[in-house]
């Protein structure tokens, strides 16, 4: 017989316990061994450990029918906090918060005017570094440091391969960062980050197979299969927007021809939309931007398509077919139970997304027994950053709680800061 590693096993349970005291906020140490079908004796010393820690409070007492009552056990939201930073085409959203996500401070960088690397990741760590310098409290129980960013990303080295959104690179933005700071830092792909946050808290919690869409300016998307996000043999999966989907279509960055990136994001159907306009053809977009093509965005095409405006709703069903035609090879191939879908486009156009999951539904297969859930994401004000951060709360729980190096901003705090490259 195999010999069990005691060490694996405890790491194990700790593991268990420590996920199941996060998730619910009181808890009695019975309902703890019922749950993960540990001994009591084992469940109390695990909790006591995490009591040392500063993990885990006494909340109060149960009733008891006779003996000593049971103990409320609490999680402590403010033992540790973490950073959660999202950069995309807009914006950087940097959220100092608790472990139940709980927001202390949050800082938003506008970044439509500043438009290269180096200037933007600059303001980045001058932020970060200002956020930790104002929390005096909070300042020495920092995780991590997650940031999401959308493209492909090299998640172990922390490089960011490529980006559509930004435009950017082959950008060390672990390195660049570590210039900064100590500790852990995390760098992934935006829709992974959204993933991750769906399972631990949203609508991928309870569900081993799904796949989670960014329907924006551009189209991203996650897989987490068999309870794991899933990244492939380099890391670079979850390229949707990257997959051809016309056989003659035009050049894309990436290389390839056809892409669904020039078919169905958001991008697209603004450039569907002012091509109408550039050709003066009679629509409700036409009049809403009083014929300026410069003026047309996603949110013309979605009021001109509520307001009934054929052209506004034909360039939508054209859209959606196309992801249909994507996304379904992806069910096809990995059979999730759920599509979790997130971004603007899912988010303010209900009738984009009907015509999504008829155009799904028609492009299925015949013979699969269950027919794929499409939902949109339930985290309200789901902030990229959220996401971002939940790579550093998995990583703290599936640790078993250890936290032996925090975030440490390096060198003089007061100094300016200056990337040497
Ligand atoms: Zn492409």
């Known amino acids: 017989m195999e010999k069990v590693d005691r060490s694996v096993v405890n790491m194990?349970?700790?593991?268990?316990?420590?996920?199941?005291?996060?998730e619910n906020k009181c808890i009695f140490r019975a309902e703890i061994a019922r749950m993960t079908g540990l001994s009591q004796p084992t469940v109390l010393k695990i909790v006591d450990e995490f009591m040392e820690r500063g993990l885990v409070n006494i909340s109060g007492k149960g009733i008891s029918s006779g003996g000593k009552p049971p103990l409320m056990l609490e999680f402590r939201w403010d033992a540790y906090y973490?950073?959660?930073?999202?950069?995309?085409e807009y914006r950087i959203e940097i959220i100092l918060m608790d472990l139940s996500f709980?927001?202390?401070?949050?800082?938003?960088?506008?970044?439509?005017?500043?438009?290269?690397?180096?200037?933007?990741?600059?303001?980045?760590?001058?932020?970060?570094?200002?956020?930790?310098?104002?929390?005096?409290?909070e300042e020495s129980r920092i995780l991590?440091?997650?940031?999401?960013?959308?493209g492909i990303v090299d998640a172990q080295k922390g490089i960011l391969i490529y980006s559509t959104e930004l435009g950017w690179k082959n950008v060390n933005l672990k390195e660049y960062l570590k210039q900064y700071f100590d500790g852990q830092i995390t760098i992934d792909d935006s829709t992974r980050a959204f993933a991750i946050e769906e399972k631990i808290f949203g609508k991928g919690k309870d569900i081993k197979n799904f796949l989670c869409l960014n329907l924006a300016s551009g189209i991203g998307s996650a897989l987490v299969l068999d309870g794991n996000l899933y990244y492939g043999s380099s890391g670079s999966s979850g390229q949707l927007g990257h997959v051809a989907v016309e056989r003659e279509g035009p050049l894309c960055s990436c290389g390839n021809y056809g892409c669904l990136e020039h078919y169905a994001s958001g991008r697209a159907i603004e450039e569907a939309a002012r091509r109408v306009v550039e050709n003066h053809w009679e629509s409700q977009i036409t009049d809403l931007v009083y014929g300026d093509a410069g003026k047309v965005?996603?949110?013309?095409?979605?009021e001109a398509a509520m307001g009934g405006d054929r052209t506004a709703l034909g360039i939508l069903e054209k859209a959606s077919d196309y992801l249909a035609m994507a996304v379904s090879g992806v069910v096809n191939l990995t059979d999730p139970e759920m599509i979790i879908c997130e971004g603007k486009i899912s988010r303010e156009c209900p009738i984009f997304m009907e015509m999504f999951k008829t155009a799904?539904?028609?492009?299925?297969?015949?013979?699969?027994?269950?027919?794929v859930e499409i939902v949109i994401s339930n985290t309200e004000n789901y902030m990229g950053s959220f996401g971002s951060a939940s790579f550093i709360l998995e990583q703290f729980i599936k640790s078993g709680g250890e936290a032996e190096r925090f975030v440490r901003v390096r060198g003089n705090s007061n100094q300016r800061l200056d990337y040497v490259g």
């Open 297 to 302: 965005d996603l949110n013309i095409v979605f």
């Open 82 to 88: 973490i950073i959660g930073v999202d950069i995309n």
């Open 144 to 150: 991590g440091i997650g940031v999401g960013i959308p």
């Open 102 to 137: 709980d927001i202390i401070d949050k800082r938003i960088q506008d970044n439509r005017e500043v438009d290269t690397a180096d200037t933007i990741l600059k303001r980045l760590a001058e932020e970060i570094r200002e956020l930790i310098g104002e929390h005096p409290n």
């Open 12 to 22: 194990a349970n700790k593991v268990n316990v420590l996920r199941i005291l996060w």
């Open 360 to 371: 799904l539904r028609r492009r299925g297969m015949k013979y699969v027994g269950r027919e």
